[in-house]
């Protein structure tokens, strides 16, 4: 998936304003300004649009940890240079506190069944024998998930 994508939606899940996204960034270690943060949310066609590199990215998720479980007594995490589909749903588990099961409820939401075996091998070392990686599919079902179990919709 595209990174702009993922911080959009994330963005739109937990409606985070502009000052939000950029405090979450700082708590990832790095400041970002309102227009680098601005030409990231654009469209894809949009002549402004940037592309969100994976670094930025790490920051940004690593940030997120921060914001919604608090820092860790070791200090930030350094960010990836390279992220992938795996990585993204890993992190994105933590920062949101959950088990395996809670895994299993936000993709059950989106009418995704998965079992536990095949989620832990989401999870597991590249270099595993039963490791398996993320497609885009999977994670826009994960994030459509978290859409629907953390969005309030104002009705």
């Known amino acids: ?7 959009r939606r994330i963005r ?10 950029m405090a979450i960034f ?3 270690g790095e400041d970002v300004t309102r227009a ?3 030409d990231w949310l654009k469209k894809d066609d949009d002549p402004d649009y940037r592309s969100l590199n994976d670094k ?4 940004f998720l690593n940030g997120f940890i921060v914001h919604k479980r608090g820092p860790k007594d070791d200090g930030l995490p350094v960010p990836d240079e390279e992220l992938n589909n795996n990585v993204i749903l890993r992190k994105l588990k933590i920062a949101l506190n959950l088990q395996t099961e809670g895994v299993i409820e936000l993709l ?7 079992s536990k075996p095949e989620l832990s091998a989401l ?6 024998k039963h490791y398996r990686k993320c497609k885009d599919q999977f994670l826009r079902n ?8 953390f969005h309030v919709e104002d009705v």
Do not use: W
């Open 1 to 7: 998936m595209i990174n702009n994508d993922i911080l």
């Open 12 to 21: 739109y899940t937990f409606e985070l304003d502009d000052s939000s996204v």
């Open 26 to 28: 700082r708590l990832g």
């Open 36 to 38: 680098q943060m601005s």
């Open 56 to 59: 930025f990215m790490a920051v």
């Open 108 to 114: 059950s939401l989106a009418d995704l069944k998965v």
């Open 123 to 128: 999870f597991r070392k590249p270099g595993h």
């Open 142 to 149: 994960f994030l459509h998930g978290m859409q629907l179990k």
